[in-house]
Structure formats: structure tokens, C-alpha cells
């Protein structure tokens, strides 16, 4: 009797040092990767404001290429939007198109319903380097007491980041296509 008080016992402490840790975790998150891109910020931001483009470079759409897509508002910038239901891999969610400073920024608003439920704000930005573009691609959001806890076997940066990685890679690939 005495060894498992002492086995809860650990146990609860070992609980409650990961909670605490989990709440000293931050209130936000940011996802961030970027690359250069052998195109102009014009092309590229094309490929971002329209998400009928995204077909060509999105690391998802190469993930669940038979998702269901409901694409609404006006057919690219501000206030496009595209809807998704797809495999557990890709989840469930939609996007809107909140700003675009042509050739150099495009954000919007993203909300996902499954696996989990939560709202961030992609952006995209394109800063011009010689014949080139850096293409920067986020994502921040906010970080719920439960994200945190989850954040100390998951590491959202990793896990996104490399889906970032992908999409960008995609993204060069279409964009430096030859002609």
C-alpha cells in the first residue's frame, strides 16, 4: 500500500510540474520559413492572392488532392475566400483574404475546425533580392492553456514548419518553371 501512495504520489507531482511548465509557455505562436525565389514579387503574390493558384504549389493540396474546395467572394484578393474538408491529414477549415499590398504582402484569416479548433492569421511577404523575391510565409495565433500543454510533446514549429518548407519549395518549382 505504501509503494503505490508513493507511485500517485509521483505521479501528481510529475503532473503538476508539466501543467506548470505549460503555463509558462507564451501566450502566442508563430510559424515563420521563408526562401528566395528566382521570380518577381508580382508573380509570386499572384500564386498567394488567388487560391485557385494554390492548387499548383500548396503543400495540402498535394497531401489530400481529393479534398473537397468551396472557393467564394470576389476570384482573388481581398476578401476571397476558399473552404476545405479533407482527409485527417489536411482537417477541415477556411481561409479569407484580409490584405494584399500588391507585390509585396498578402494576409488573411485562417480558421481550422478539425482536428482542432483555432484562428490564426497567415501572411505572406515578398521583398524584392536582385532577380529574386524572398518569399516569406507565417502563421501566428493565439496559444491556449491547452495548446501549451500539448506544446510540450508537439512542437507546432516543427510539424508546420516543415509543411512551410514544402509549400515554398512548390512554389519555386512553379515559379521558376521555364516558359
Known amino acids: 500500500m505504501l509503494v503505490l501512495k508513493i507511485v500517485l ?39 498567394v492572392e ?13 497531401i ?14 481581398v476578401g476571397a475566400t476558399y473552404a476545405w474538408v479533407g482527409s485527417a491529414k489536411v482537417g477541415t477549415g477556411d481561409m479569407e483574404i484580409t490584405q494584399v499590398t500588391p507585390g509585396r504582402e498578402v494576409a488573411f484569416d485562417l480558421h481550422f475546425v478539425k482536428p ?3 484562428d490564426n ?12 523575391t524572398l518569399v516569406t510565409w507565417s502563421m501566428e495565433g493565439a496559444s491556449p492553456f491547452m495548446a501549451k500543454v500539448m506544446g510540450l510533446v508537439f512542437d507546432m514549429d516543427k510539424v508546420v514548419g ?7 519549395a512548390n512554389m519555386k518549382a512553379e515559379a521558376e518553371k521555364p516558359a
Open 64 to 77: 489530400d488532392p481529393d479534398m473537397t474546395r468551396a472557393y467564394g467572394g470576389p476570384d482573388k484578393g
Open 9 to 47: 504520489g509521483v505521479i501528481a507531482i510529475a503532473v503538476i510540474a508539466l501543467l506548470g511548465l505549460a503555463a509558462t509557455r507564451p501566450d502566442r505562436f508563430m510559424v515563420k520559413r521563408a526562401a528566395t525565389i528566382k521570380a518577381r514579387p508580382e508573380a509570386l503574390s499572384a500564386l
Open 162 to 168: 516543415k509543411d512551410f518548407e514544402a509549400g515554398l
Open 50 to 62: 488567388d487560391f485557385h493558384q494554390w492548387r499548383l504549389w500548396s503543400p495540402w493540396e498535394k
Open 116 to 118: 482542432f479548433k483555432a
Open 121 to 132: 492569421v497567415g501572411r505572406f511577404t515578398f521583398e524584392p533580392a536582385g532577380d529574386s
